[in-house]
């Protein structure tokens, strides 16, 4: 990728250290290009104008105007750029990031300290940098009303898809990028009373917490962040704690949770692969996958092991989803059973599961 075509990014964040960070940490990847720093969102707008970059790294927190204020007012003037949060991840600042993704940040990620090195940091957010392109770039062409509004709840299509006292069946989550909106679209559509579902978002420590908590509010039964070795029981959703991996392990009283802080995989901790390969290991042919949008290959060969366990697997089709990579690898992996519109997959998860032994 020559010069001209590299990603233009803006840092904006009024700590020089966290400048300094961000910029020497992008600076690694030949197809990112930092354009220029502002210290505040006023120097920033200045900034935009005149170097017109396609991804601004965006703190919450700074003089004359917040971060949040002015990601709402960039919204509210529908700017061209793409906007990754880098935030103090604290229990407050998780709910205010989680308003800025209300607003339209495309990712949010840790605010790096002193002890962050640039080569722990560079991985993830160039990762990051490069998805809130891509899903900028198809927001531009094929906006993604649906991944946006959240959808009627769904009626059970049949009485099977209601769990049962020694139910086996086992539903299994995966998302990346946009999956937060793809999540608030398609859990609350689900009725109560369902086998447990586990999900697995790409998504930093402390913001996860806030995420489980707002779909819990939303939803029709409990969802929550999981803790490590508790009993996972019909009606219940649990979300993978971020930087942690979420695994379930079969016991002679049913499934349990394990957490684990091994080594990330495809650069995510959590990772959908290790929940996908995990049930398919512990729940085999009563095990139902569902992957949702996200950039990388993330979950793909999860599938492929539900699949050659003989459980179901459904994907996100390539039209509403903010970012087709997840999806699309394991469709070129050939182990997916239906792809189906993001509006759809409530109804299309009910339908399979009534297909699925108990």
Known sequence: MDKKQRIKVLVVDDSALVRK???????????????????????AME???????DVMTLDMEMPRMDGLTYLRQMQKE?????VVVISSLTQQG????????????????AKPDGSTSVGALAAKLTFHVKAAYA???????QPNTQALAA????????????????DRRLVVIGASTGGVEALRAVLPALPAGLPPILVVQHIPAFFSKAVADRLNTLTPYEVREAVDDEPILPGQCLVAPGNYHLMVVSGPNGYRTRLTQSPPVHHCRPAVDLLFRSAAAAAGRHSLAVLLTGMGSDGALGMQAIRQAGGINLTEHEDSCIIYGMPRAAVQLGVVDKTVMLDRMPQAILDALAGVPA
């Open 78 to 82: 529908r700017s061209p750029v793409a």
């Open 94 to 109: 998780s709910g205010i990031a989680l308003e800025a993704m209300d607003a339209g940040a495309c990712e949010v990620l």
């Open 21 to 43: 960070t961000i910029t020497d940490t992008l600076a690694l990847d030949p197809e990112i290009e930092v354009v220029g720093v502002a210290n505040d969102p006023l120097i």
């Open 135 to 141: 899903a900028k770039q198809r927001f531009r062409h």
């Open 47 to 53: 900034k935009v104008a005149r170097l017109q970059p």
């Open 151 to 166: 959808l009627s709840p769904v009626k059970a299509s049949h009485p099977s898809v209601q769990a049962q006292r020694g």
